[in-house]
């Protein structure tokens, strides 16, 4: 379901599908191009060394769990009007999957978080809310020619430079594409804890993320769309509110995305190189604070120990598969 | 004959989400969120603020055996 691969302590990464066996990562999705371009020191932590924390947040939880459910929610609304049982179905899996089932007894254990708004509840009542506020969606997911929603859609795209006669690419996975009033545009869901307030939507522009969405949607795929949707949802502790927005760009905008993109890969490159990947002091409080600030904090020669103990090697892979089908 | 339906709290504390049936979704779990949804939307489309959702609390049969301690840390 994700692209963490767990790696024991004191055991190497294994070999990833996205790297050479140098350690050069050669494809690229939003998570690892961020990273990239937040700080070089986090891109080596969290995606080069793969140290992430132990436990997953609940946000990201959450978001998962909400992305298999509504994914689920646009295969079946492909195949004809939504009904109750497909509303069933979601929610079953998704109560499931945020639980653990002992492997060898088969006990499974609910999902408990302790966090006000991301639990089990909010996220059955967000799953609910969710079909019934977009039940009769004007936005329709297209239908590929093989019969499938056009969900949960895989792309890479070669973003126009090489090393050692291999091209860099650029991958990721569209929430789905669809038509809305009369046009084709890519949608993204994003959920969160504040208000959706033109602030909140203004994040998405200019975005490695969105703006990469964009670019993939109009090059990998023959409809050409007029930008991404945002559908967004503010998750309070006892209600779910719902909005859209749409984030389109230009082609000079796209263009100067690619270029951007293919600059901060040669960054990447050079770092591994040069066996040095710098501090970025400015982005330490931002985005929440720095998952490796207290690491940085420390002094160099007992950095690695406190990342050993602190954090778990996993292993983050933009070429592995995911969604329904992985 | 009816098979009794569980309540909101077991179902959400301690039951598997594979044994709870097509029914206590349709008669316990949907209505108890739709219910919710209904409440804001009335009460917003007022003007007021949304009121306040009691949590679904464990049952009162919940164990400690029940309880996942593996992260418990003292």
Redesign the interface.
């Known amino acids: 379901m994700t692209r963490l691969i767990d790696t024991p302590p004191g055991q190497p990464l294994p070999q990833r599908k996205a790297f050479t066996s140098d350690g050069l990562q050669m494809a690229f999705d939003s998570v690892s191009l961020g990273a990239a371009k937040r700080c070089p020191r986090y891109y080596m932590y969290s995606i080069v060394l793969g140290y992430q924390p132990k436990?997953m947040s609940p946000h990201l939880h959450y978001g998962i769990l909400f992305h298999g459910a509504t994914e689920r929610l646009d295969h079946a609304r492909v195949k004809g009007p939504l009904q109750?049982?497909d509303?069933?179905a979601a929610?079953?899996?998704a109560?499931?999957a945020a639980?653990?089932r002992d492997p060898e007894t088969g006990v499974?254990?609910?999902w408990?978080s302790a966090h006000e708004k991301k639990n089990?509840?909010s996220l059955?009542?967000a799953i609910?809310?969710y079909y019934?506020e977009y039940i009769n969606d004007t936005y329709k997911v297209l239908q590929l020619a093989n019969g499938r929603a056009a969900v949960e859609l895989s792309f890479r795209f070669p973003v126009g430079m090489q090393h050692a006669g291999e091209d860099y690419l650029y991958c990721g996975h569209l929430d789905s594409l669809g038509e809305y009033g009369g046009s084709v545009y890519g949608l993204d869901r994003k959920s969160t804890g504040g208000a959706l307030t033109q602030m909140f939507f203004a994040q998405f522009s200019p975005s490695v993320q969105i703006t990469g969405y964009n670019l993939a949607s109009r090059l990998v795929y023959s409809v050409p769309s007029s930008g991404m949707i945002i559908d967004a949802m503010q998750v309070g502790?006892?209600?779910v509110r719902f909005g859209r927005d749409i984030v389109p760009h230009t082609e000079a905008q796209l263009s100067e995305w690619l270029t951007g993109a293919m600059y901060t890969i040669q960054q990447t490159q050079r770092w591994l190189e040069q066996s040095y990947w710098p501090m970025n002091e400015m982005a330490c409080t931002m985005y929440g604070g720095c998952t490796y600030q207290g690491i940085c904090r420390k002094d160099p020669s007992v950095r690695e120990r406190f990342l050993e103990a602190d954090f778990v090697r996993r292993g983050w892979d933009p070429l592995e598969p995911r969604g329904i089908d992985a | 004959m009816t098979q009794t339906l569980r309540d909101i709290s077991t179902l959400f504390f301690s039951t598997d989400p594979l044994e709870i049936t097509d029914e206590e979704f349709e008669q316990v779990i949907l209505p108890h969120f739709r219910a919710q949804r209904a409440k804001m939307l009335t009460t917003e489309a007022t003007g007021a603020r949304a009121p306040a959702t009691k949590r679904i609390s464990a049952p009162a049969t919940l164990q400690l055996k029940d309880l996942d301690l593996t992260k418990l840390k003292l």
């Open positions: 436990d109750d049982s509303l069933i929610c079953r899996w109560m499931e639980g653990t499974f254990r609910p408990r089990l509840e059955i009542r609910v809310w019934d502790a006892g209600f």
